[in-house]
């Protein structure tokens, strides 16, 4: 079939939309577009007001792509080495995710703890590179939980996003999103995250 990743991409949304609906809770997301080449992820999950970075890919051999972002990876590794502060953020808050090639089951990490541990190991000496990925039903039960899991609340995902920015590209860039408007018609609505949070439900 070759490397589906717009089909492991619906897969997975469709795990976390099942799941939320089970539990009563909260869920969206926000594909990127462009701005995955300064936020080193393709989509935005969110629940609530609380909200994840997702990079993904087709399988884990395409993780190694990553080292055609060699650059800002390094300078994200760097960083956080050097921000207890913000390695803390990224661990809570940016993962990737893949399905693997060998069962087929949908899987994500800590970005870091998968790319940073095959691109830049060197500046891998204060986390566990040998730490295992988390299948997404364990995932979602942990994103979905109370309180959620993998994520971070708005303040301190804005935060991260601007360190993020800054560190790997040189300033800071807004986040955009496009999401429906709240008016009696379908129309979609460019938002920054601050837009966003102030549209979103509370948590419970």
């Given at each position: 079939?070759?490397?589906?990743?717009?089909?492991?991409?619906?897969?997975?949304?469709?795990?976390?939309?099942?799941?939320?609906?089970?539990?009563?809770?909260?869920?969206?997301?926000?594909?990127?577009?462009?701005?995955?080449?300064?936020?080193?992820?393709?989509?935005?999950?969110?629940?609530?007001?609380?909200?994840?970075?997702?990079?993904?890919?087709?399988?884990?051999?395409?993780?190694?792509?990553?080292?055609?972002?060699?650059?800002?990876?390094?300078?994200?590794c760097?960083?956080?080495?050097?921000?207890?502060?913000?390695?803390?953020?990224?661990?809570?808050?940016?993962?990737?995710?893949?399905?693997d090639?060998?069962?087929?089951?949908?899987?994500?990490?800590?970005?870091?703890?998968?790319?940073?541990?095959?691109?830049?190991?060197?500046?891998?000496?204060?986390?566990?590179?040998?730490?295992?990925?988390?299948?997404?039903?364990?995932?979602?039960?942990?994103?979905?939980?109370?309180?959620?899991?993998?994520?971070?609340?708005?303040?301190e995902?804005?935060?991260?996003?601007?360190?993020?920015?800054?560190?790997?590209?040189?300033?800071?860039?807004?986040?955009?999103?496009?999401?429906?408007?709240?008016?009696?018609?379908?129309?979609?609505?460019?938002?920054?995250?601050?837009?966003?949070?102030?549209?979103?439900?509370?948590?419970?």
């Amino acid at each position: 079939m070759g490397k589906n990743e717009s089909g492991v991409i619906s897969i997975f949304k469709r795990v976390l939309q099942s799941e939320a609906e089970q539990s009563c809770r909260h869920f969206d997301e926000f594909p990127l577009g462009p701005q995955d080449r300064h936020l080193l992820g393709d989509d935005l999950w969110v629940t609530y007001n609380n909200f994840a970075i997702v990079e993904m890919k087709w399988s884990e051999a395409e993780i190694r792509n990553e080292n055609a972002k060699i650059r800002r990876v390094k300078l994200l590794c760097k960083g956080l080495a050097e921000s207890p502060e913000m390695a803390a953020f990224h661990a809570k808050c940016h993962r990737i995710a893949w399905r693997d090639s060998q069962s087929g089951r949908l899987m994500s990490q800590e970005y870091r703890n998968r790319v940073c541990c095959l691109t830049c190991p060197d500046t891998c000496v204060d986390i566990d590179c040998g730490a295992a990925p988390l299948a997404i039903e364990d995932f979602a039960k942990e994103f979905f939980g109370h309180p959620p899991s993998h994520c971070l609340p708005l303040m301190e995902f804005q935060s991260y996003v601007k360190w993020l920015t800054t560190t790997v590209t040189g300033a800071p860039r807004e986040v955009i999103v496009l999401a429906l408007n709240k008016s009696r018609f379908t129309v979609s609505e460019e938002m920054t995250l601050d837009q966003l949070g102030a549209r979103l439900p509370a948590l419970p």
